[in-house]
């Protein structure tokens, strides 16, 4: 097992202040999606939902919505955080790679950022597949892929816009691909945001 997949490898990051990753708010390319073209209301998960600022966004959009991470002091200031905004956003420390199990057919929605660039890149196909089997028939993925570029050792682990259509074809319509407009500076021009339906 590499050392991404296991939760110490993330509490450690969390706990040494090595988040860089952290924004203090939700995505900018989900907030402009969701205020300009919601997808239907229901129940959402959030993979590797840190400490939820997005998840927190959701549920004030009126979004059942539910984050997932493995690592504690992710999900201990992600309900910190709810509690202190009185936020219907809940939290489930839980290994996404078993959430198909707890949770087939669950979702009408799932919202991605910087979680698929986390993971061990050799397990992108069991993701696509947890994503297909926790999700309803006809169910939306939104996200936004990032980084969308050639180098770089990881993580973040790079990716293209061609492997995330070619992993996720067989299983989902591709409804909207675009670059967001608005993205985190750091991160301009390296961010694909996708909106898919599950088909099978
Ligand atoms: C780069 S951080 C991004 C966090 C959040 N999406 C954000 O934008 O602030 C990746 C997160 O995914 C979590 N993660 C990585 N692999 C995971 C897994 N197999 N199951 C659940 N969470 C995972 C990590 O603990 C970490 O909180």
């Known amino acids: ?16 202040h090595g988040d860089g990753w952290e ?17 239907p209301r229901g129940r959402v998960a959030v993979p590797g939902c840190g400490r939820g600022h997005d998840v927190r966004y959701l549920a004030s959009r ?3 919505a539910l984050g997932f991470d493995f690592a504690d002091d992710a ?38 950022y ?13 993701y696509v597949q947890v994503i297909r089997r926790i999700l309803r028939p006809g169910g939306w993925f939104l996200a936004s892929f990032y980084p969308i570029r050639r180098t770089g050792g990881g993580p973040p682990f790079p990716m293209s816009r061609a492997e995330i259509r070619r992993r996720f074809a067989p299983w989902f319509r591709f409804e909207r691909a ?15 945001m996708v909106f898919a339906r599950k088909t099978c």
Do not use: K
Not at 28 to 34: E, G, I, K, T
Not at 114 to 126: H, L, Q, S, V
Not at 184 to 190: C, H, K, L, M
């Open 75 to 112: 999900i201990r200031a992600a309900r910190a955080l709810a509690a202190r905004e009185g936020s219907a956003a809940t939290f489930e420390r839980h290994d996404l790679f078993t959430l198909d199990r707890d949770y087939p057919n669950a979702f009408d929605g799932v919202w991605e």
């Open 1 to 16: 097992m590499t050392a991404v997949s296991s939760p110490a490898f993330w509490e450690d990051l969390y706990q040494r």
């Open 114 to 126: 910087t979680c698929f660039c986390a993971i061990d890149p050799a397990r992108r196909p069991e």
């Open 178 to 192: 675009f670059a967001p407009l608005r993205t985190v500076p750091r991160r301009s021009a390296q961010e694909w």
């Open 62 to 64: 009126g979004y059942d």
């Open 23 to 39: 924004l203090g708010g939700p995505a900018p390319a989900l907030v402009d999606f969701v205020e300009a073209t919601p997808p």
